[in-house]
């Protein structure tokens, strides 16, 4: 049991570093085209280009949990 809390530890110590990596060196870096209206509130409009993520990271991970389940 201590191994697997040590492991769901270590599994979001990891997955944090990535997600601040993420952000600051991808967003803020080469794809800041599409985030900068996530840190601008001046449009009214519902979606935002930064919504473009969700197709670049969580459907590919939704994708790859739905068909490894079925499998």
Known sequence: MVL??????AAFMVME???WFTHKYIMHG???HFHKDHHDHSSESFFE???????IFALPSWLGIMF???N
């Open 68 to 70: 490894g389940a079925i």
């Open 30 to 32: 080469g794809m800041w």
């Open 4 to 9: 697997n809390v040590l492991i769901i530890i």
């Open 17 to 19: 570093f990535i997600a």
């Open 49 to 55: 280009k930064n919504d473009i993520f969700f197709l």
